[in-house]
């Protein structure tokens, strides 16, 4: 067998030379040359077939160059420049990029996304275009969209050899996710050259020139951290060192795709399939910051890791969160109770829950008319992988349904791309644009909890059909075994004296008739009645992804809850989560000539309101319950200030057990009052028993 090693150094060396960007100067030029052979004359390249958003590569010697073509004959590219560090003057950086100017910024981890002539980006090299389309398959954006990411980024950004450099920009650009094929196999070959004991003299070569390299750029970085009056942090150079060594000690192989890095899966000598499912967990409120060569130790004190995901920034700083497979699920509930609510760092609190794959999506706006066969072939037209879909009749007309459903997918894969590509507002069903988003996933509940449930959750009942009706019905098989029923709209909590009666009555009731609607029987999954809410009004952590982050799914988004109603504590996130007021305060451009469509409040996400009484307001209508009534008292303070307090009655709950709210504090101001009414009136709707349920199942 041919010996790898030879072949292997002579690519290091190659990849080394891309380290710095290097290439030979003309003999006898002199002053600042450029840092390329002299641009071909204006109109060497036919620019006709080029389209906007298009990704260009430019083969050189050693390494490709990449950039999205924003048409009338400019390119954006990433390219290593120092100078952005030094100057805003954009006369002095958009002159041609010098040697020196580009080896600097390779060694200072800086960089500028420029903007040039076809003719100056490729210096004369041939041209490449969409070449790599057909390796991310489905994941291709539309190139207007890969055209506005690449605009939107352009300015000085940092620079990384194996985490930001100019394949990344254009991946992220193009198809939604910074990938480098030549850093991985430039990675593959260091681990290949290290690991070898016949290559020690190329080793040491390379340790070297690592030093150098670190030494000047860790010089850097203090120097800019004096400057801006920071503390000493570890630098990008550093970053990739300590990745380096954590895949040379562990073994595991790190690769970054999809704006997320795995780091294994598989792990190093895994046979056999990935571990089944239940085995990985959420982590949240990680400090962006923080990387692998700091996590992996730690939640390696629980188990083996099959593979770690660390969800990532385009800039190179990891989003917050991540996902960790171990190979048991015995390993996944250990790492659950002892690092939840782990100090990571002095101050900084992380949490684990348990994460399960998404394959449902939620589909809105659909026309009332549809029927299930009529969605079901709709769907497999325009998606792939689609397993099944469920759709739920009209509370008052059980011959429409309710202008939603809910498409279950074979694969997270599937479901996944199947979002990616029904894009909310550019995608339309039947001459209607529809909205698109994650499902809720269904609470998991243990065994041991589920085995103690006397308490049957019936849906799809007539709004007409009585609490009496329905305890009726269900002790016609047993006289005497339903201790009390509690309906909501068209859905109702069927309560048992025993377990065994509620088993026995779900099987014999489910599917049959009451009042001309066939309902729908399930076990009711019991919640922690006091924790949930406290933890969420005083800020903490609760044991379920979308309080640690608003999102458990793979990908980032708010869920919509299957067949029940809104989940409120998706919106409810303690201080430690980023709340809908920070996202509010993100404002974009308003062009000419943008079309606006009509829309309802209610049809939006949660993510889109900042307020109490706007959750309440939209929570009441997800449970199709009138809106709430706000009804203003006041009185004066010692020192003579007016004080206000709200009254907040729900007209379709009240009852003899609660007529109305009010908060046991008062406020100066009518906006204060009433947030602080419709926070309290949240909060008790979830304290109450029956809602309780409501909320969470």
């Not at 041609?96 to 080896?103: A, F, P, Q, S």
């Not at 120097?223 to 550093?238: D, E, F, L, P």
């Not at 309902?519 to 919640?527: C, G």
């Amino acid at each position: 067998m041919k010996n790898p090693v030879p072949q292997a150094a002579s690519l290091l060396l190659e990849k080394l030379l891309l380290l710095v960007h290097v290439r030979p100067l003309p003999a006898g030029s002199g002053g600042e040359p450029p840092a390329a052979a002299p641009p071909a004359a204006p109109g060497y390249y036919d620019t006709s077939c080029f389209k906007r958003g298009d990704l260009l590569e430019v083969p050189r010697t050693l390494f490709i160059h990449f950039g999205i073509y924003l048409g009338e004959n400019r390119v954006a590219h990433l390219m290593p420049d120092i100078l952005p560090a030094f100057t805003g003057d954009r006369r002095q950086i958009q002159q041609v990029v010098t040697n020196k100017r580009l080896i600097l910024g390779v060694i200072t981890k800086t960089a500028s996304i420029r903007v040039d002539t076809v003719e100056d980006f490729a210096y004369g090299g041939s041209i490449l275009v969409n070449h790599m389309d057909r390796l991310f398959e489905d994941q291709v954006l539309g190139s207007e969209e890969a055209a506005r990411r690449a605009e939107k980024l352009v300015g000085a950004t940092a620079y990384s050899l194996l985490w930001n450099n100019c394949e990344h920009f254009v991946t992220y650009c193009r198809y939604g996710a910074p990938v480098s094929f030549q850093t991985d196999k430039f990675c593959e070959t260091v681990k290949m050259i290290i690991r070898d004991q016949r290559s020690v003299l190329a080793s040491v070569l390379v340790g070297l020139a690592s030093i150098v390299c670190l030494a000047i750029a860790d010089m850097h970085e203090e120097n800019k951290a004096a400057a801006n009056g920071c503390g000493k942090t570890r630098s990008g150079t550093q970053n990739e060192a300590a990745l380096l060594a954590l895949m040379e000690k562990t073994g595991y192989s790190m690769v970054q795709e999809n704006g997320q890095r795995k780091f294994g899966g598989p792990p190093p000598g895994w046979e056999g399939p990935p571990p089944p499912r239940g085995c990985e967990v959420f982590v949240g409120k990680i400090p962006r910051d923080m990387y692998e060569d700091e996590l992996v130790p730690v939640f390696e004190r629980a188990g083996k890791i099959y593979e770690f995901r660390l969800m990532m920034e385009f800039s190179g700083e990891n989003r917050g969160y991540a996902f960790v497979m171990y190979t048991t699920k015995e390993e996944a509930q250990l790492a659950i109770k002892i690092l939840n609510n782990y100090e990571i760092r002095p101050g900084k609190f992380i949490g684990v829950c348990v994460s399960l794959d998404n394959c449902r999506l939620f589909i809105g706006a659909i026309p009332k008319e549809k029927k299930k066969e009529e969605i079901l072939n709709e769907m497999k037209k325009v998606t792939e992988g689609v397993v099944d879909v469920i759709v739920y009749p009209n509370a008052t007309d059980k011959t429409k349904n309710r202008g939603f459903a809910f498409v279950e997918y074979e694969s997270h894969r599937a479901a996944a791309m199947a979002r990616r590509r029904l894009i909310p507002g550019t995608f339309q069903l039947w001459g209607h644009t529809i909205q698109v988003d994650w499902a809720d996933p269904e609470k998991e509940v243990d065994e041991e909890t589920m085995q103690r449930v006397k308490v049957l959750y019936v849906r799809n009942l007539m709004i007409s059909t009585t609490e009496d009706t329905i305890k009726a019905e269900f002790n016609k098989f047993k006289p005497g075994v339903v201790e009390r029923v509690k309906k909501l709209r068209d859905y109702a909590f069927v309560h048992f004296f025993h377990r065994e009666d509620a088993v026995a009555a779900m099987s014999v009731m489910n599917g049959k008739c009451i009042d001309g609607a066939s309902i729908e029987v399930t076990l009711a999954k019991p919640v922690n009645k006091e924790s949930i809410w406290k933890q969420h009004f005083n800020g903490q952590i609760s044991p379920s992804s979308e309080n640690l982050l608003g999102f458990p799914n793979k990908e980032d988004g708010h869920q919509k809850s299957l067949g029940k109603p809104a989940n409120l504590l998706v919106r409810l996130n303690g201080q430690h989560s980023p709340g809908p007021a920070e996202v509010e305060r993100c404002t974009y451009p308003f062009f000419p000539g943008i079309k606006l469509t009509p829309i309802s409040m209610y049809s939006l996400k949660s993510s889109h309101f900042s307020s109490a009484a706007m959750h309440l307001d939209y929570f009441c209508n997800k449970n199709n319950w009138t809106p709430p009534e706000y009804y203003l008292y006041s009185t004066t303070s010692q020192d003579g200030k007016i004080l206000l307090v709200y009254k907040v009655l729900i007209p379709s709950i009240a009852d003899g057990s609660q007529s109305y709210f009010m908060p046991d504090k008062l406020c100066a101001t009518v906006e204060g009052a009433k947030e602080l009414a419709a926070q309290f009136t949240l909060l008790h709707l979830g304290k109450h028993e029956c809602f309780q349920l409501v909320l969470k199942n």
